[in-house]
């Protein structure tokens, strides 16, 4: 790129001209290198200092930079100071621990760019982490954006050497554009993770979504020096050099930026970015004190047309660490998946009850915010703060994040339970679906008896197959519930003695457990020896390997044993003394193929641990769920997503599923709570995709007894569940399905019949058109449900599609598209009702969806045109009075109205309205009930009779309640039509 010439003109005239001439496009025989440098504290959070300290860090740098950027303001914009937070953490901090004066001031500073926010909390190593959790940890400065108006265009992940792949889509998705890397190359198993192929290029995710990515080779060996994860550390060896790194052949560019200063030490507070960028600018080169984001838009605007893209993954390595504390980290995943339903549940309570969430939003950012922290880079735990203080910190985080979680459910079950009616005597409980398609699945109630009791849907009035179980001690229900709808409930009721008989169920001999579609066989260790397909002309999917099959933690001498046999389901349980010492639980339910294992290991270790999976197929392919991507686990140049050089390939991601397979056939495995996978003998180098085996990393210290927890932190106790599933032609969607009902268990829970809102027998919040795509997560918006209902959808198939979101009734009103972290960004389609918007292959996506006036006064409005010969549709509205019933009328007039108490129904009492109000078939429907969303439909069968064309007439309704004043709770607007042709 060619410049406009300075010539003679002073340094800031001469900048000032070079930068107009850039935007014009003007040609130049001088060419001005533009060298970003870009502060900050690189935090390696408890590491050298305690929580207390770094606080105080956080606080006392933040004042620092807040003062010397007021003490700079004087100066041309590039020689002003800017400070770059690493990670919103500060941000956090010092709302929680400052004024709100003084908290507006720093506001002010990021508004303005003098201080710079990316969207990670710190820095954090994510591969493994589930999607969702990425998605939650960065909320807060998504509420910052909303509450402020601000954005926050960077996302980084700094130090590690490995980068998940699905971060491009989740980031970009969140509204980042921006992502810088600067690598330690330290406790690393990578020959070379600093030489890069590309060194700025778009980091792009299979949905197409990207951020431009900043990724410079560690040139100079050196972490403090271009390339690591504190730049410039040295400023002016930063700006030299960036300077040589200008237009050589890996950077033909004019742009370049030195980003990181703070390296190991606890805190930064230093002048030297504004004193650097004065002494080492020139003529032809201009050094800048940057906030990242000036760098990333003047290369953007420049280049961002001519580099390549990039979407390959490159495995784990820090991130592994969280293996190290193996079962708090599971807990960690559990209660992320247990979100799914607690929200969904929360949802249809909040549009009842607005302010059913009152009281929960400091729990529920702290929550938000720990998932932002749980991976924080430094799990290393081996700096100068003991490590029993990174392990508190990390069982803090995740007792924190299940407390919110599980109140939140448990608070939701109980009002939904009691806004369901039962108009018997029996005892009911309602079977709740938090999956976007109807499931026919378990579900289990705790219920200590007695018995012999039997159960009936209601909806159907049939009895459904039912059985008394003990499991942990603990007495359960157990029933198989048909049909249960898509994010909605169907109700059960329990009705005393023996019912009918239910043949057909799964049965057990001795080790043998099998039903209609599988047959299994265990070992004395749990280990399953054999999965015969019933389906598939008993097919054998178990193989051995080194003495190995399938859920094998290795040998060991044990018993099998009959838990449970019933007519919904089996259960095997096998306890073992090695070669750790655990309990294996194998299920079967009546109808499923889906094989349920249970594993408890009951014994502290400090080795790294597996369970193996040996399947007895040729060739197999390997598919698996990272972080927000599904991806063909092979290298890049054998049709695959991993980077053929510069990944590590020993530990694989692997969040709900991995799928193995042959051609038309293969088996998918279901992960509640491990987080990482290794395909056959893959080393950290290279990639083995020969074996039909998979080992799921149990726990452990990966590379050294110095990283990590040792010991697991002496815990003795570990649930690690799985479930298996034979299939034909493998689907990222059919794996994701099977997967998510597995870790999804039906909830159960009684209905308490305190009030009749929602229906008595079956609801569903919703539907979805396409079975390629699932609903992510659904749940009343951050910001009050007033704000609308979230919903996040992923389009799991590799084609484009139009996706139709259809709630009851054509609820819908209105619906805004929105980042992930909930802020809205544009209009979104609705057509009748109904969400109606294209998806990318792959593409994730987030809506903040309007119901119809469920938060104002109760309303009433015309839904069809008023013509003669057509019946005239009102939709009435009154969320707060849902449940109540409702009297409709139409008057020729609405002014002055009827007086009632200190109040007005916008009607006049004339002869329509008595006509309205005591004739039936042509005013339909104007007397009823409001349903669980305070809403109705009224009908006008309006004459075929062309004298009628032009006539105009009113219509409102109120809605009834004996407790209120005049007996009435509320009154709707007047709606205005006029009949036309």
């Not at 299940?402 to 939904?416: G, P």
């Not at 397979?661 to 290794?678: K, Q």
């Not at 200190?902 to 429907?925: A, E, G, K």
Request: net charge negative; with cysteine.
């Amino acid at each position: 790129m060619r410049t406009a010439c300075t010539g003679g003109l002073s340094t800031a005239l001469g900048w000032l001209v070079v930068t107009l001439a850039i935007a014009a496009g003007l040609p130049c025989a001088a060419q001005v290198k533009r060298i970003y440098i870009a502060a900050d504290d690189h935090t390696d959070y408890l590491w050298s200092a305690d929580e207390v300290t770094y606080r105080q860090a956080f606080l006392n740098m933040l004042d620092y930079y807040l003062a010397l950027a007021d003490s700079t303001a004087s100066e041309p914009p590039e020689f002003q100071s800017r400070w770059n937070c690493d990670g919103y953490f500060w941000v956090w901090e010092y709302e929680k621990n400052k004024t709100p004066a003084e908290f507006q001031r720093l506001i002010g500073r990021i508004r303005d760019g003098h201080i710079g926010v990316p969207l990670n909390a710190l820095a954090v190593c994510l591969g493994g982490t589930p999607a969702e959790a990425v998605l939650r940890g960065m909320y807060y400065p998504g509420k910052l954006e909303r509450q402020y108006s601000l954005s926050f265009p960077l996302a980084n992940s700094i130090e590690n050497q490995t980068l998940s792949l699905g971060l491009a889509s989740l980031w970009a998705g969140s509204g980042a554009r921006y992502s810088w890397r600067g690598i330690c190359d330290c406790a690393t198993q990578l020959p070379n993770p600093g030489n890069r192929d590309q060194e700025i290029y778009w980091f792009t995710g299979p949905d197409g979504a990207r951020v431009l990515m900043k990724w410079y080779s560690l040139t100079f060996g050196d972490n403090r020096r271009l390339g690591g994860y504190a730049e410039a550390f040295h400023p002016a060896q930063a700006v030299e050099d960036a300077t040589n790194k200008i237009g050589t052949a890996a950077y033909p560019y004019l742009a370049a930026g030195a980003f990181g200063h703070g390296w190991d030490g606890l805190a930064s507070m230093t002048t030297a970015f504004v004193s650097t960028a004065k002494q080492t600018s020139t003529a032809t080169r201009k050094v800048i004190v940057s906030n990242e984001l000036d760098f990333f838009q003047d290369f953007e605007q420049a280049y961002g047309a001519q580099i390549p893209s990039v979407g390959l993954a490159l495995g784990n390595e820090w991130e592994l660490l969280c293996a190290s504390l193996a079962e708090v980290s599971a807990k960690v995943k559990r209660a992320v998946e247990k979100l799914r339903a607690a929200e969904a549940l929360a949802t249809l309570v909040s549009l009842h009850d607005p302010g059913f969430s009152t009281g929960r939003t400091a729990s529920r950012d702290l929550a938000w915010v720990n998932l932002g922290m749980y991976w924080e880079h430094v799990w290393h735990a081996n700096g100068s703060v003991p490590r029993i203080e990174r392990e508190r910190f990390q069982r803090r985080l995740a007792d924190e994040i299940r407390a919110y979680v599980n109140r939140l459910q448990n608070d939701a079950e109980i009002a939904l339970g009691n806004l369901i009616p039962n108009p018997g005597s029996n005892s009911r409980f309602f079977v709740f679906n938090a999956l976007s398609w109807p499931r026919s699945d378990v579900a289990d109630l705790p219920f200590p008896g007695p018995g012999p009791v039997h159960v009936v849907d209601v909806t159907t009035g049939k009895e459904v197959p039912s059985q008394l179980v003990s499991v942990n001690q603990n007495a359960l229900l157990r029933i198989l519930a048909p049909d249960v709808p898509p994010v909605g409930y169907k109700v059960f009721e329990v009705r005393n003695g023996v019912g009918q008989n239910h043949p057909g169920g799964p049965t057990v001999t001795g080790r043998v457990v099998e039903n209609a579609e599988v047959k299994v066989t265990l070992a004395d260790n749990g280990a399953i020896v054999s999965l015969i397909d019933k389906q598939r002309q008993d097919r054998e999917f178990a193989a051995r390997i080194s003495g190995k099959s399938l859920n094998d933690l290795g040998p060991g001498t044990g018993t099998v044993v009959t838990e449970n046999v019933g007519p919904v389901a089996a259960t095997l349980v096998a306890s073992a003394s090695g070669p750790l010492k655990h309990t294996s639980r194998v299920t079967l339910v009546r109808g499923s193929p889906r094989i349920t294992i249970e594993n408890e290991i009951e014994q502290n270790f400090g080795d790294v641990r597996t369970w193996e999976f040996v399947f007895n197929l040729q060739s197999p392919v390997v598919w698996h769920e990272e972080v927000g991507a599904i991806l063909r686990a092979k290298l890049a140049r054998d049709g695959g997503h991993y980077h053929d050089t510069l990944a590590r390939y020993d530990w694989l991601t692997l969040n709900h599923f991995f799928d193995i397979s042959e051609n038309e056939i293969g088996v998918t495995l279901s992960n509640a709570d491990c987080y990482f996978m290794r395909l056959g003998d893959s080393t950290p180098t290279s990639l083995d995709t020969n074996q039909p085996r998979v080992s799921v990393l149990a726990g452990g210290q990966i590379d050294s007894t110095s990283y990590g927890i040792q010991n697991q932190g002496l815990d003795t106790y570990f649930l690690q569940r799985f479930a298996l599933t034979t299939h034909g032609k493998f689907t990222a969607a059919d794996a994701m399905r099977f997967s998510l009902e597995h870790q999804n268990p039906l909830v159960a829970a009684a209905v308490t019949a305190g009030k009749s809102v929602f229906p008595e027998k079956t609801f569903s919040l919703l539907s979805l058109n396409d079975p390629n795509v699932m609903l992510w997560a659904i749940k009343p918006a951050d910001d009050g449900i007033q704000n609308g209902v979230i919903a996040r959808v992923w389009n799991l198939a590799g084609s484009a599609t139009t996706l139709t979101m259809t709630p009851p009734s054509g609820l819908i009103s209105g619906a805004r598209f929105a980042t992930h972290i909930e802020t809205p960004t544009g209009p979104a389609p609705t057509a009748g009702g109904s969400l109606a918007v294209p998806l990318n292959p792959w593409q994730m996506a987030t809506y903040a969806i309007d119901f119809s006036n469920l938060f104002g006064p109760a309303a009433i409005r015309a839904t069809t045109s008023a013509r003669v010969g057509i019946p005239l549709t009102f939709r009435l509205l009154s969320a707060t009075d849902a449940g109540l019933p409702y009297q409709a009328a139409s008057a020729i007039g609405d002014t002055p109205g009827i007086p009632l108490d200190t109040r007005r129904i916008p009607l006049n009492l004339d002869p329509l309205l008595l006509f309205s109000l005591n004739t039936p078939p042509v005013f339909r429907h104007y007397f009823g009930q409001l349903d669980a969303f305070g809403q109705a439909q009224a009908t006008v069968s309006i004459p075929a009779d062309n004298g009628l064309i032009g006539f105009s007439f009113y219509t409102a309704f109120v809605t009834l309640d004996p407790s209120a004043p005049s007996a009435v709770r509320s009154i709707s607007n007047s709606e205005k039509v006029t009949i036309g042709r």
